[in-house]
């Protein structure tokens, strides 16, 4: 089994910065690529951005520019760092990693979710 630890969500005021981090740890042979979603209540799950495990990038529209997908290979973790953030910012931000258990088994994991608030 894997384990994907998130932290860094919080309350913040229009237009500034929080830090997302999310680890993982278990079984783990190697993660592949590794993402980060985000769920507004009443709306459905979306993504935010992806790295894959050579650090190619991809980001939703609605974040280019603002915010920025990153990770340490080394210590099993992937990084989201947001700035100018927006009320509209506001969701349940969730970590998902392709982890490689072994050559032939492969899964896809959630983490558990963390809170980012933007209001003044």
């Known amino acids: 089994q894997v384990q994907l630890v998130e932290s860094g969500g919080g309350l913040v005021q229009p237009g500034g910065s929080l830090r997302l981090s999310c680890t993982g740890s278990g079984s783990i042979f190697r993660i592949n690529d590794m993402g980060w979603y985000r769920q507004a209540p009443g709306k459905q799950r979306e993504l935010v951005a992806s790295i894959t495990s050579g650090g190619s990038t991809n980001y939703a529209d609605s974040v280019k520019g603002r915010f920025t997908i990153s990770r340490d290979n080394a210590k099993k973790t992937v990084y989201l760092q947001m700035n100018g953030l927006k009320p509209e910012d506001t969701a349940v931000y969730y970590c998902?990693?392709?982890?490689?258990?072994?050559?032939?088994?492969?899964?896809?994991?959630w983490g558990q979710g963390t809170q980012v608030t933007v209001s003044s």
């Open positions: 998902n990693a392709d982890v490689s258990h072994s050559t032939f088994s492969r899964a896809n994991y």
